[in-house]
């Protein structure tokens, strides 16, 4: 079961998901690349240190956060 701020973090990930990911995924699927807004948004969400130990900049969440976060982006 999540944490709350597990939870926090995943309700973040869905809102990005559905209004940022979502709105370009087609483009993305016909071969566009991504804007580097999107990636930096992502990495502000944590996304890209997810696991990552927290003595080492990153959020330190197990791997059942990963795959939901994973689940939500899909």
Known sequence: MPTVSESELLQAIAVFASRTVATAAADWSMGAEPDREVMVRAAELGLTSLQVPTDRG???????VKVRACEILA
Do not use: K
């Open 58 to 64: 990153g959020l330190g969440l197990g791997y059942a």
